[in-house]
């Protein structure tokens, strides 16, 4: 894995911190980012697809993707889970992003984050976005140090589109952390950091916020690259009927010893519910096991686990999603605001296979 | 507005929220720099597909069951949203087309859709073409103040007033009765709920009577002598109306035929006549059984002063008259008998050329018309100039081939099926239209199809009448009612 300067660490740093936070109000410089970004498509064609809704909306900050050597998993180390009553509040952050369609230079694209709190049985959201704006059009580059990324040569749409969902989805994380006390703080994703993408420095700077007033900071991976063999580390959990917990940290970490990516949660494979699904949950490793174990039994006692998938997480993740209703939304708010021209991207495979391809474009 | 797709004769329109449209509106698809258009009726109005609205829904409603919360939301992409949301999918038939501002029916060719525009129209463009010598003011739509047609689509035509009980055919034939007796036309009305005899009252009872207007009573002052009507219709009588045997009426004859002779055709002779005749005793009985009712009826009088005059009453009453026939109250036979002998001295009056022609209006025909004078009247009678408007809330009692060949027909709501599938037997409209825009129509509105509307179908709201209707249903919850 190649490693990469400092000063794109320290900028997403400096952005999330500088900036005064307040839950319910985005960051003025993000902001004025997608404003700029907009007002250099005036006039352009938009090149739309079909099937836009092809969303990146996993958080997958565990980049490691080998091979792991766990060994046999001796029931001695499954620790049984009793949901706890606690008064605790719940919050869950989420993030998606989506290409709206290509522009002659670059692309524009949409982003939306949405923060779910349950505080004394009730649920309550601040949905922010969709924030529209274009990326990969030379004329707004200098507008990323505003977002706190330093874009590089190699850094393609895809690449900048990951890190400003990246530069929400943080200054979402670290206004929850900062609002709340006591409180257990969810991530959509993993504890795992150290990629250009996902700074360690950030998530540390988190982790000791949220630590700071005292709440636990609990990752949940829906897809975990972790793997033993060719099998993911959630089949390790497949006997067990009833809610439960393995702590693989230490064989994790043994592995992945000399990796420039940081583990800054403790790994566990989880089973929230009887009937649920096992998922890779980090909770933060400054804080003593018997706290992670408590604060996840707590989460089983306080939120709706069913499927073993705590509700805040889920409408989280539903309410920041984009659905195809608010794509043409955004597609048509385009073309009347800011004056893009859309046209269709041309079908190629349809073109050159017609009924004989693959992809979409021969289904449309 | 734009056009998503075509598909035979129908044509689906994509409509944003602040378009305001509804079913029975006309639009114009403008082929874009051609000085052409199509012209569609709406007629369905369904919310437009719009791809991810049921996960959008899905949201929406987990947001409003357990979640409140609020949305940060710069761009303004939720108001957007709502318009997608909220945007309609119309389905229109397309009726005809407009070339160089004049109507047209050919519809062959195909409106541009990036440049083709998509406007809703007035329906006074489509009934411009009709001539206005005798204007006839059928009522108003939502586009249009007043719709204003000619009443000589009525005249030569058949017409067919249909639909529920309560939602407005007898305010509409009333309409159609008074208008054309204010344009000097004779008319009959067959009134089964003597709900037509006040029309010639204002509201009020301020004006006294309009002497065009002329309640005729059996046995009251609708009474008939033996020599008037002849041995054919009161045989027509005996046979169609009181089920006279064959054997029966030929002795009958025999009977008549002598007291012509004798110059004594009187009803007490013919009691006498029968009475006395030397004929087989079941004969007799079923003559006299039949005759008794006929002189019961009070309808027949040797008096030639009482007996109606029919040939004298639309000729001294030429500048327009409505006859109207209340048989309220009346048993079923009585009824057959006045509509049997009234026809009859009609039709006589008609191809003798005594009478140029005139207006039928039949309520709830089926109650007192026989089965074989609904061909002779959309046929036969109508050549020699009766022309007949059928009312009825039973679109069953009418035959499919008089729905076939009606040239005015107004529905008003139905929401049986079995009652949309009949009345959508109409030649001039298809079944969709009216399966889609009658189900949904509220009284006094109809769906008026044929020559009086240039043969665009459309969607009235009925004109109030200045005179007394009665006839409306009535209620025991009468200010309930008014309140639902």
């Not at chain 1, 006039?43 to 565990?62: A, I, K």
């Not at chain 1, 008064?87 to 230079?105: C, K, N, P, W």
């Not at chain 1, 589109?161 to 609002?179: A, F, I, M």
């Not at chain 1, 699904?277 to 804080?287: E, S």
Request: hydrophobic residues 40%; glycine residues 6%; proline residues 4%.
């Amino acid at each position: 894995m190649t490693r990469h300067p400092p000063i794109i660490q320290q900028s997403i740093n400096e952005f999330v911190h500088e900036e005064h936070i307040t839950l319910g109000e985005l960051p003025e410089r993000f902001l004025r980012f997608c404003h700029l970004s907009i007002e250099n498509t005036r006039g352009e064609c938009l090149y739309t697809e079909p099937n836009v809704t092809d969303q990146l909306n996993s958080n997958n900050y565990d980049a490691e993707g080998s091979s792991l050597e766990v060994g046999a998993v001796d029931d001695t180390e499954i620790i049984e889970l009793t949901p706890t009553r606690s008064h605790r509040s719940v919050a869950a952050i989420d993030t998606s992003t989506i290409r709206l369609g290509e522009l002659e230079d670059g692309s524009l694209c949409a982003l939306r984050g949405a923060v779910v709190t349950l505080e004394r049985s009730h649920y309550n959201y601040t949905r922010y976005g969709p924030l529209i704006f274009s990326l990969g059009n030379s004329a707004t580059t200098g507008q990323f140090r505003g977002l706190g990324i330093v874009p590089n040569e190699m850094s393609n749409v895809e690449i900048l589109l990951r890190r400003v969902r990246n530069s929400l989805e943080r200054w979402l994380q670290l206004s929850v952390s900062k609002s709340l006390a006591e409180g257990l703080i969810l991530i959509d994703g993993s504890l795992t950091a150290g990629t250009p993408d996902n700074p360690s420095e950030d998530l540390k700077d988190l982790l000791r916020i949220a630590r700071r007033s005292e709440n636990v900071v609990i990752a949940i991976s829906k897809n975990t690259r972790l793997r033993i063999r060719d099998r993911s580390i959630t089949d390790l959990l497949e006997r067990n009927s009833g809610p439960c917990l393995f702590d693989i940290d230490d064989r994790i970490r043994n592995q992945f010893g000399d990796y420039p990516i940081k583990f800054l949660g403790r790994i566990f494979v989880g089973k929230l519910a009887r009937t649920g699904f096992p998922f890779r949950i980090d909770v933060d490793d400054n804080i003593l096991r018997d706290e992670c174990v408590d604060g996840i039994s707590q989460l089983m006692g306080t939120d709706i686990v069913d499927q073993g998938y705590p509700e805040t997480l889920r409408v989280a993740h539903i309410l920041s999603t984009f659905t195809s209703s608010d794509v043409l939304a955004i597609q048509s708010l385009a073309a009347s605001k800011f004056g893009v021209q859309l046209l269709p991207k041309i079908a190629l495979r349809r073109s050159l296979f017609g009924p004989f391809g693959t992809g979409w474009e021969t289904r449309y | 507005m734009k056009i998503l797709r075509k598909e035979g004769d129908s044509i689906q329109l994509l409509c944003f929220p602040e378009e305001d449209v509804e079913k029975g509106d006309y639009v114009l698809i403008r082929d874009g720099a051609r000085d052409r258009a199509l012209i569609a009726q709406i007629i369905d109005v369904q919310y437009a597909n719009i791809p991810g609205i049921l996960e959008d829904l899905l949201r929406d409603g987990i947001s409003e069951i357990s979640l409140s919360g609020e949305d940060v939301d710069p761009f303004r992409v939720s108001s957007q949203i709502q318009v997608l949301k909220d945007t309609r999918l119309l389905i229109a038939k397309i009726r005809g087309a407009l070339e160089r501002n004049r109507l047209s029916r050919d519809v062959s060719w195909l409106p541009s859709r990036i440049r083709g525009h998509v406007e809703v129209t007035s329906p006074n463009l489509l009934t411009s073409g009709l001539a206005s010598k005798h204007p006839f003011e059928l009522g108003s739509t939502p586009r249009s103040g007043v719709v204003t047609s000619d009443l000589s689509a009525l005249d030569g035509r058949l017409n067919i007033i249909t639909g529920r009980k309560g939602t407005g055919k007898s305010h509409l034939s009333k309409l159609m009765v008074t208008t054309l007796v204010n344009y000097g036309a004779p008319v009959v009305v067959l009134d089964v709920n003597g709900e037509y005899v006040n029309l010639g009252r204002s509201h009020d009872s301020s004006a006294p009577p309009s002497p065009h207007i002329l309640p005729l009573i059996p046995g009251v002052n609708l009474r008939f002598s033996l020599d008037q009507i002849g041995l054919n219709t009161f045989m027509g009588i005996l046979v169609h109306a009181l089920s006279l045997p064959d054997n029966s009426s030929r002795i009958f004859a025999r009977i008549w035929h002598q007291l012509e002779q004798q110059n004594a055709l009187t009803m007490k002779a013919l009691g006498s006549a029968i009475a006395n005749s030397d004929c087989h005793e079941s004969i007799k009985d079923a003559l006299q059984a039949r005759f008794n009712t006929l002189d019961d009826s009070g309808i027949f009088t040797n008096d030639h002063k009482a007996a109606l005059n029919l040939d004298e009453v639309f000729r001294t009453r030429n500048s327009g008259i409505a006859l109207v026939v209340n048989m309220k109250n009346q048993p079923a036979v009585l009824r057959r008998i006045t509509v049997e002998l009234f026809i009859n001295k009609l039709t006589d009056l008609l191809s003798s050329q005594r009478l140029k022609a005139l207006f039928l209006f039949a309520e709830e025909a089926h109650l007192y018309l026989r089965e074989t004078y609904w061909d002779d009247i959309v046929t036969r009678m109508r050549h020699l100039g009766m022309f007949a408007t059928f009312i009825t809330n039973q679109p069953d009692t009418i035959d499919g081939g008089i729905y076939r060949q009606a040239d005015n027909i107004f529905l008003f709501n139905f929401s049986n099926e079995h009652d949309l599938e009949i009345v959508s037997k109409v030649a001039k409209l298809d079944g969709d239209t009216i399966r889609m825009i009658v189900r949904e129509l509220p009284p006094k509105r109809c769906l008026a199809v044929g020559d009086l509307v240039g043969n665009f179908p459309m969607v009235i709201n009925v004109r109030p009448l200045e005179v007394q209707t009665l006839g409306a249903t009535r209620y025991f919850f009468q200010e309930q009612m008014a309140v639902v």
